[in-house]
């Protein structure tokens, strides 16, 4: 008789023993995808190792259900998910229920009645279950799971694949400009010297051509491609530009489509017959790839890469750089506006940097004008939330016909105070993150550290007052700009109106499509779409965007701010964009009009300063319940956890800026750590404490965003 440990998809659960049915043995090896149950429950798991002797009573021990006729699972795939449970800090069987595709995840939740031995079927219940799950058990995928015990995990007896022959001609290759020229020239000797890359380019410089291009190259060789992209609109454009080049070895990964088509890619990748090219969003990581000769990460400072919602808590770019090491293949980040942590990177030498500065279509490019808004409100030239210079600027639009975007930063759970003469706003001394004001007990609070003070009657700076709340949102500028131009057709893009998908793709249509004049809007019209008539976006109360109640709020802004440079006169029509602010010295506006090596600098001497990532890691630990009280109880526990696990630089527990999520009260730990402390050992301490607590109650958060 043979025994095999397999890995169930549960979280806590450690590896199972169960017997190998005669009929199956020779037939299940390492890697192999099996069918098990767990007190009555089915499941798909993987196996971990086979042996003739289990450690426990026979007696106790189920068979295998069946053997699921699919290409095991291969080292490498392996290594992959452990390394990725292990730096975000959550179980292998975790990160196995993720990576596999939706259509089995339902699977679980239905009990496998009646059959001989598998559990305990529940008295009075028919079999006719059976054969369906069964039925669909065979060919279903969900992988595996288990506790984060990686160091039981015998890699050797792996199942590697037999590999394919065939490579991969595009058709029509883009022709590329003499600076694409070089800037793959120089992408492909930092490949060869085994690095990966930062391409910078702003928008319109071409950086699509040169991923088509080096795609092409790997198809040619027989090897893989995993293009990655943020969001699902960035995703659509992409596509077609691909499908073009690369029609028959194209496939598309995300969440949001059929589960079948899911499987089918996952399918594919799997068995590995012909070279592909994968686009996907951040998910299409954990597709079993192998053979991969390039990883491209466009936009890859854009904070959708990081899955917030479930477990694993990781972040695209960071995984994509993992499993690049692990498939020993180059990665390519691009990107207009680099993420601090990337250009921290390229600083430390763990980067190679390559620029693309000239634009692919050529004319268009933005001027930018700062207006001041103190300034123009002692000059009397202030109506509502204009300015004259931009009242007047969206006039001279209207009479040419040309269309004009007015953007009002996103609403937020909370707001900052803000003083209307000086702009100063209120932060918290030792987290330097705006505090957010409780109307309740007029005060302000930071909710990282949970300091709090009384709100001040006057500005503690210019001693002018009264302080006034970052807030207004994007109707009342809708009204204003109907009274201040009636006979403009008017739209307003924000959660409020694009609650409904229809009535999204009608306004964004009308826009494009140069029916409706001005549109006013959220971040939630920064991406992924190009309109031609837009010559004029203005940007109001632009010191909100810096002032989210977070530390990379400057970096963001100036990400968001120059991607709507982007938007405005891409291709013939030059485009301006006016900023209003009381800030109008910030080094986010500066930058925007003349880009300094000075202001990046000290923009991220703030971070060192304050110890913040780049130049430290994060975990973040969200602690919920129902009961306050328990909360507190809980919140004392994970405090004594913290101090004994070695950390020392700890922030809470504070609330957060939403103190309740779905009526449940949440506390919040920011852990910080020098980045030269070996904070691997660290985290594994940590997390083996933190996993004794029910998991529902605690959420851990590595590298949040
Ligand atoms: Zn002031
Ligand atoms: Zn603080």
């Known amino acids: 008789m043979k025994y095999a440990d397999v890995i169930i998809p549960l979280k806590f659960r450690d590896s199972i023993t169960y017997s190998v049915p005669q009929e199956l043995e020779g037939k299940v090896a390492v890697g192999s995808l099996v069918r098990v149950t767990v007190v009555g429950r089915a499941y798909t798991a993987v196996v971990l190792r086979v042996k003739d002797e289990p450690e426990f009573d026979i007696s106790k021990i189920k068979p295998i259900k069946e053997l699921i006729n699919f290409p095991p699972v291969t080292q490498a795939n392996m290594d992959f998910l452990r390394q990725v449970a292990s730096y975000y800090m959550c179980s292998l069987g975790e990160v196995f229920r993720f990576a596999a595709p939706s259509t089995v995840k339902v699977l679980k939740h239905q009990k496998q009645k009646g059959i001989p031995g598998g559990g305990e079927p529940p008295a009075g219940q028919s079999d006719s279950a059976t054969g369906s799950v069964k039925a669909s058990g065979t060919d279903c995928l969900e992988p595996l799971g288990s506790p984060g015990h990686s160091a039981d995990i015998e890699p050797a007896g792996l199942y590697d694949r037999p590999g394919h022959s065939a490579v991969i001609e595009p058709t029509a290759l883009p022709v590329l400009s003499p600076e694409q020229t070089t800037a793959i020239e120089h992408i492909r000797s930092h490949f060869t010297a085994g690095r990966n890359v930062l391409l910078h380019g702003v928008t319109g410089s071409g950086k699509t051509e040169i991923y088509i291009t080096l795609a092409a190259e790997c198809l040619k060789k027989g090897q893989n491609v995993l293009y990655l992209v943020p969001e699902i609109a960035v995703s659509r454009q992409i596509q077609s530009r691909l499908a073009v080049h690369f029609p028959d070895s194209l496939l598309v990964y995300h969440s949001k489509q059929t589960a079948p088509h899911r499987r089918e890619v996952y399918s594919r990748v799997a068995s590995d017959a012909e070279p592909y090219i994968v686009l996907g969003l951040r998910s299409a990581?954990?597709?079993?790839?192998?053979?991969?000769?390039?990883?491209i990460v466009d936009e890859e400072h854009d904070q959708s890469y990081k899955q917030t919602d479930q477990a694993p808590r990781y972040h695209g770019r960071d995984t994509a750089l993992m499993l690049g090491?692990?498939?020993?293949?180059?990665?390519?980040?691009?990107?207009?506006?680099?993420?601090?942590?990337?250009?921290?990177?390229?600083?430390?030498?763990?980067?190679?940097?390559?620029?693309?500065?000239?634009?692919?279509?050529?004319?268009?490019?933005?001027?930018?004008t700062i207006v001041d808004m103190p300034l123009q409100r002692r000059r009397n030239a202030v109506k509502g939330s204009f300015s004259l210079p931009l009242l007047k600027a969206i006039t001279t639009r209207l009479e040419r016909h040309e269309q004009v975007l007015v953007f009002r930063s996103r609403r937020a759970y909370a707001s900052a105070m803000e003083c209307p003469d000086c702009g100063f706003i209120l932060r918290c001394p030792s987290c330097n993150i705006p505090m957010s004001y409780h109307k309740f007990s007029h005060s302000l609070s930071c909710h990282w550290c949970g300091y709090s003070e009384p709100a001040p009657a006057a500005c503690p700076q210019c001693g002018k007052g009264p302080m006034s709340l970052l807030g207004d949102g994007t109707e009342k500028i809708e009204e204003e700009l109907r009274t201040f131009f009636p006979e403009a057709r008017i739209e307003r893009f924000d959660a409020d109106t694009t609650k409904d998908k229809k009535e999204e793709s009608r306004i964004l249509k009308q826009f494009s499509e140069g029916k409706t004049d001005i549109l006013v809007g959220t971040q939630m019209i920064s991406k992924g779409f190009d309109f031609k008539h837009l010559t004029l976006t203005a940007v109001l109360k632009a010191e909100?965007?810096?002032?989210?109640?977070?530390?990379?709020?400057?970096?963001?802004?100036?990400?968001?701010?120059?991607?709507?440079?982007?938007?405005?006169?891409?291709?013939?029509?030059?485009?301006?964009?006016?900023?209003?602010?009381s800030r109008a010295d910030h080094?986010?506006?500066?930058?925007?009009?003349?880009?300094?090596?000075?202001?990046?600098?000290?923009?991220?001497e703030e971070r060192r300063e304050f110890g913040y990532p780049p130049f430290s890691r994060i975990i973040r630990l969200l602690l919920k319940s129902q009961d306050k009280e328990k909360l507190d109880i809980l919140a004392k526990e994970v405090s004594g956890i913290l101090v004994n696990s070695g950390f020392r630089d700890i922030c809470g527990p504070a609330a957060p800026p939403f103190e309740k999520i779905s009526?449940?009260?949440?506390?919040?730990?920011?852990?910080?750590?020098?980045?030269?402390?070996?904070?691997?050992?660290?985290?594994?301490?940590?997390?083996?404490?933190?996993?004794?607590?029910?998991?529902?109650?605690?959420?851990?958060?590595?590298?949040?965003?």
């Open 663 to 705: 009526g449940e009260f949440v506390l919040q730990f920011m852990i910080k750590t020098d980045r030269s402390r070996n904070w691997t050992q660290a985290k594994e301490r940590l997390y083996s404490r933190l996993r004794r607590i029910p998991s529902s109650e605690i959420t851990i958060d590595v590298d949040p965003v």
């Open 325 to 368: 090491r692990i498939q020993g293949c180059p990665v390519l980040l691009g990107s207009a506006t680099p993420s601090f942590e990337s250009l921290y990177n390229v600083r430390a030498g763990r980067l190679e940097y390559v620029p693309l500065t000239h634009r692919y279509f050529e004319g268009g490019g933005s001027t930018v």
């Open 285 to 295: 990581l954990f597709l079993p790839h192998d053979r991969l000769g390039l990883i």
């Open 587 to 604: 080094p986010v506006f500066r930058m925007l009009r003349l880009p300094e090596e000075g202001d990046l600098q000290a923009l991220m």
């Open 544 to 581: 909100a965007v810096t002032s989210v109640f977070d530390f990379r709020a400057d970096e963001r802004a100036l990400q968001l701010l120059l991607q709507f440079m982007g938007r405005a006169g891409r291709r013939d029509t030059p485009g301006e964009m006016i900023i209003q602010t």
